[in-house]
């Protein structure tokens, strides 16, 4: 049995890098490979900020969620989820408190989810040399739908760690990216052209073949808003609120918690794809709630920024490869009108069908190379 290592996102608190590291990990198993998660450690961030060092982002976080205008009761919900989080789904991917560094492999996979972007304030990221694949005990090591985020090419050069990216990415045997700002920063630092493919939440068949997904909830006639807490602003949650009202329908928010919430939803990463399922609509302006949108067939909107900790790299990306751009919204005024609007996913499904099948082609490829070694 070949041994994979998937170094990623994986103790990231957020349900997206769940998903992505659950799906990944169940691709290898179904391609017969024994599976494992392995650990990086932490780098100091290039980007310095007073909020960003240690515990005083900790205590930035949390003071951020007390002050935001949003039921109290809601607010504790969103806590204890981000508390409990690692005891409560680790388990799922068979990862405990002890790290998992560089073990002896047949194959590392790095990715997918955002591990290149090494120019942020995250100190739960940095700027980690093992997250480009230094210090590895593997046979071989390529990556799978890795992302550089909002990090571009300008910021690598700003920061003076342009050419030590460049060395370390020409060291993979084989180099995959999820979307085009990604490709063009590995063209233009290895000159060669790496693969595209699409994050594991659309590779891997979450409702076909997971049987995790519970079939309902207890809950019904409601919307979901799903960010990171408080990055809807006023003015959004206000016309969300008064688009809900309008329908009948409660705000759920799911992953953060935001002005206009009636109830936060703490609930496991698969129960997550049930609440998608059955709303009405979705309102979105992340990466994952976009492709959780996609794989429910749901209505949704997503919100594009290219302000603060901005997501218009991916965002803008992920809706072009699968023929969703009129899912884009920057004009509030036309909520109610995109959200009422069916939309036809016949030629996205033959898209995510097609690039199903180029992933298992990818993947088994590579593995063909390890037993060849």
């Known amino acids: ?15 997206g890098s769940f998903l ?29 900020d007073e909020c960003s060092k240690g515990m005083t982002r900790k205590l930035s976080k949390a003071t951020e969620i007390i002050k935001l205008n949003a039921p109290l009761k809601e607010k504790i919900r969103f ?6 989080y690692g005891k409560n789904y680790y388990p799922y991917l068979e990862i405990g408190a002890q790290k998992n560094y560089a073990p002896e492999l047949d194959l590392l996979v790095i990715g997918s989810d955002e591990v290149f972007n090494c120019v942020q304030d995250n100190t739960n990221v940095g700027f980690s040399s093992e ?29 003076k760690v342009k050419e030590k990216v460049s060395q370390w990415l020409k060291r993979f045997d084989a180099l995959s990216v999820r979307d085009k700002n990604s490709g063009n ?25 997971c049987k995790q997904i519970p079939a309902s909830v207890p809950e019904s006639d ?17 016309e969300i609120r008064a688009y809900a009202n309008k329908n009948g329908w409660k705000v759920f928010c799911i992953g953060g918690v935001q002005q206009c919430c009636d ?42 920024r290219s302000s603060g900790y ?36 016949a030629k996205t499904n033959d898209i995510i069908h097609a690039e199903r099948e180029r992933v298992r082609e990818y993947l088994k490829k590579e593995l063909e190379q390890c037993t060849r070694n």
Request: charged share 25%.
């Open 222 to 238: 409601y919307m979901i808003l799903y960010g990171y807490s408080g990055r809807f602003t006023t003015e959004e949650c206000r």
């Open 310 to 345: 901005g997501n218009a790299e991916k965002l803008t990306d992920i809706l072009e490869r699968l023929c969703l751009q009129k899912r884009r919204i920057g004009d509030l005024s036309r909520l109610e009108e995109m959200l009422s609007t069916t939309i036809d996913y």
């Open 131 to 159: 997250l480009f694949g230094e210090g590895n005990r593997a046979q071989r090591l390529i990556t799978y739908a890795a992302s550089f985020g909002n990090t571009t090419i300008s910021d690598l050069e700003k920061y």
């Open 1 to 15: 049995m070949i041994r994979v290592g998937i170094l990623s996102m994986q103790r990231i608190a957020n349900y």
């Open 79 to 84: 806590i204890q989820y981000k508390r409990k």
């Open 185 to 209: 920063i590995v063209k233009e630092l290895t000159g060669m052209l790496p693969e595209y493919h699409p994050d594991p939440v659309l590779a891997y068949d979450f409702i076909g073949r």
């Open 20 to 48: 992505q590291a659950y799906g990944l990990k169940k691709i290898f198993e179904e391609l017969g490979c024994g599976v494992e998660f392995v650990d990086y450690r932490v780098g100091e961030c290039l980007v310095q």
């Open 263 to 304: 109830r936060y939803i703490d609930c496991n990463p698969f129960q997550v794809i049930t609440y998608f399922q059955h709303a009405a609509c979705i309102v979105t302006d992340t990466f994952h709630g976009t492709i959780l949108s996609v794989i429910t067939q749901q209505k949704f909107v997503s919100f594009v």
